[in-house]
């Protein structure tokens, strides 16, 4: 952060932890409980620990980290894998941990800011030749255009359900079908506002199909496509019918507990965007790319089928 920041409680986030209610303004929970653990944050006036429930009217300041450089990470070098490229556009493979595009909150370097030169379109130049996200957490594949003509065919191959984006998540049990469309709209949590949910105020139409993969002892691989692309939506949707992502720490089966890899260890989601599919919307050609599971989450997959969790 480079400026302080202020916040009043209103009513709607009463009752919320510290560390959660400023995880949105802060990026994330981690950078949330960083800043209060080095003394920036107060509540009206005072420190108070992670763990305090804010009260309706409180009044939080957050102040900027001393000697903070707004350029940190700038430099930093960003990896990733191209998959597909030619003049118009091109696939990127994105590891977990990197950011797709600058967000309030986030200081470090973004793949947005790796392909600068190298990609375009869109009205936000911070973000340009994104069409669509993944979140730092998820690997896996996503399309980048290279001019705004081709940012706006890919908007509208979207738009028109054209662009099959398929995941693997591994989740907690196994669903009573081997296939089936979760159909629930989602928005921000009425009570955790830092969350999505399917209990919000403001729902938008979601929908995700899944398919099983391959069952485990009490686990099982789905194969998930997106309809639409809500903010969290598969995370979402999963924890909604029962099967939360495994490793999840904000909608998985640990979540709140601390233990955001349980018995696997996993240190983010097990979820990979592993397919991209759609019509090239200048050649006409099919363009379909697959990614296949990082190392750590087949070796997740390697433990479970040895018997070894």
Do not use: N
């Not at 960003?78 to 490229?85: K, S, W």
């Not at 590891?95 to 990609?119: K, M, Q, Y």
């Not at 375009?120 to 979140?135: C, F, K, M, S, T």
């Not at 028109?160 to 921000?188: F, N, Q």
């Amino acid at each position: 952060m480079e400026e302080p920041l202020a916040i009043e409680v209103d009513a709607a986030a009463a009752g919320e932890r510290l560390d959660q209610l400023l995880a949105g303004p802060l990026g994330s929970r981690s950078a949330a409980q960083r800043a209060i653990d080095a003394g920036l944050v107060t509540v009206d006036g005072e420190p108070r620990p992670k763990r305090h429930r804010v009260a309706a009217g409180e009044r939080i300041e957050v102040a900027p980290q001393p000697g903070a450089d707004a350029a940190a990470g700038a430099d930093e070098p960003v990896p990733f894998a191209v998959a597909f490229e030619d003049a118009h556009l091109l696939v990127v493979d994105k590891p977990a941990g990197v950011v797709v595009h600058p967000a309030r909150g986030h200081r470090g370097a973004t793949l947005a800011e790796a392909l600068a030169g190298r990609a375009a379109g869109g009205e936000d130049a911070a973000r340009a030749g994104i069409v669509h996200r993944l979140d730092k957490d998820t690997s896996g594949l996503l399309v980048v255009a290279k001019s705004e003509p081709v940012h706006r065919a890919l908007q509208e191959l979207i738009r028109r359900r054209a662009l099959r984006r398929e995941y693997l998540a591994l989740v907690e049990g196994c669903p009573p079908a081997r296939s089936g469309t979760i159909d629930a709209p989602i928005g921000r949590d009425r009570r955790v506002r830092t969350r999505m949910s399917t209990d919000t105020d403001v729902p938008r139409a979601a929908r995700t199909h899944f398919e099983l993969e391959h069952a485990y002892a009490g686990w099982t691989l789905l194969r998930v496509a997106l309809e639409s692309g809500r903010t969290h939506q598969i995370r979402v949707h999963l924890q909604a019918i029962g099967h939360p992502v495994a490793g999840d720490p904000e909608y998985g089966p640990a979540a709140g507990t601390g233990a955001a890899g349980g018995a696997f260890g996993l240190a983010r989601q097990f979820l990979h965007a592993t397919r991209l599919a759609f019509d090239h919307p200048v050649t006409d050609e099919r363009v379909d790319v697959t990614s296949p599971l990082p190392p750590d989450l087949q070796a997740v997959l390697d433990r479970l089928s040895a018997g070894t969790v």
